[in-house]
């Protein structure tokens, strides 16, 4: 079959993405497709924002973080008249499929999309928050954990040396897979995720015996959407029972830039070739993702309606090392 592919990215941009545009670039000019590039995510599509890709196009972007194709949220695509619009440059541009990287609200625009207009689209999974369903890990996830990552040990220095109570607030509004990897991996007293109820009187005896124990320093990560509130909401309650000087620090868009990891880089390689091989399939409609090392398609509907599960172990680990 012949195909014109058009890729673009969408949402919150996630590191590993310029690595996926380039799988999905080369691996569909290796197959003799043509390909474009659509700039600012569905939006670029309603105002006809296209530029026609060559191999050259994705050269020597494997290791920068963000997105060259600029990634937006677009209003004008919610509705009817917008996705009409979207239409009639694909048309236009004799674009037959489109490969979509973003999260979870990509995926809920390419699925009305699809379904309403026939248009060929398939999903790649982009965003640090490793939130969706139907992969194991998602695009940028081992990238922000490990700039997390990095920031909390550097904070656990001077938490150490002022013998300090630190809260610290990593991204997370509706899922704590980001706080409970770097919880784990910081060596954290605590982890505050949306996924399970916070026990603000049991965190406070937790630390007092941490005190009496001797330990001149604890650290609670706190993902931004526990219900029991922000790092600061959470520092204060804590303060009230345990009567400690506290430190708050909020990592916010920190986790998402830099240099993509080996991992984020292999992990966009790997799907943005598995995209095009569907094409050459004519496999449409779904998610393309990887579980147990292998390739898999998701439903659109089914990565977001569907609740990706923490790792229960994960927090059995934490509260054990933290004693």
């Known amino acids: 079959m012949t195909a014109k592919i058009g890729v673009l990215t969408s949402g919150g941009d996630a590191p590993g993405m310029n690595a996926a545009i380039r799988s999905v670039v080369r691996t569909a000019l290796h197959n003799g497709f043509g390909v474009v590039g659509i700039r600012d995510g569905y939006n ?36 009817d008249e917008g996705m009409e619009k979207a239409k009639k440059v694909l048309d236009e541009h004799n674009i037959s499929v489109l490969v979509v990287i973003g999260g979870d609200g990509t995926m809920r625009g390419a699925k009305e999309f699809s379904e309403k207009h026939g248009v060929h689209i398939l999903g790649l999974p982009g965003t640090i928050d490793n939130d969706l369903y139907g992969t194991d890990y998602t695009i ?44 784990l991996a910081g060596g954290a007293e605590d982890v505050m995720i949306p996924e399970t109820p916070t026990d603000i009187n049991a965190l406070a ?31 204060e309650k804590i303060k009230c029972l345990v009567h400690e000087d506290y430190r708050v620090a909020v990592l916010g868009y920190i986790q998402r830039g830099g240099t993509p990891t080996a991992n984020d880089r292999i992990l966009a390689s790997k799907l943005g070739f598995a995209a095009v091989e569907a094409v050459k399939k004519e496999i449409y409609g779904c998610m393309v993702g990887e579980i147990n090392q292998k390739i898999v398609y998701t439903p659109f509907a089914e990565t977001y309606e569907k609740k990706k599960k923490i790792d229960p172990t994960f927090i059995k680990i934490i509260e054990v090392l933290a004693t």
């Open 44 to 79: 670029g599509l309603v105002v006809n924002e296209i530029e026609k890709f060559h191999r050259g196009s994705v050269a020597n972007i494997i290791q920068r973080g963000g997105t060259i194709l600029g990634t937006a949220r677009s209003k004008d695509f919610e509705t």
């Open 205 to 235: 005896k937790k630390i007092n015996e941490s005190i009496k124990r001797g330990k001149k320093s604890n650290i609670v990560i706190v993902s931004e959407g526990d219900e029991a509130g922000n790092a600061f909401e959470i520092a």
């Open 140 to 183: 940028g996830f081992d990238t922000a954990i490990n700039n997390a990552l990095e920031a909390i040990d550097r904070i656990r220095d001077t938490a150490a040396s002022l013998e300090r109570l630190f809260f610290i607030e990593v991204m997370g509004r509706l899922s704590g897979f980001i706080g409970l990897a770097v919880g």
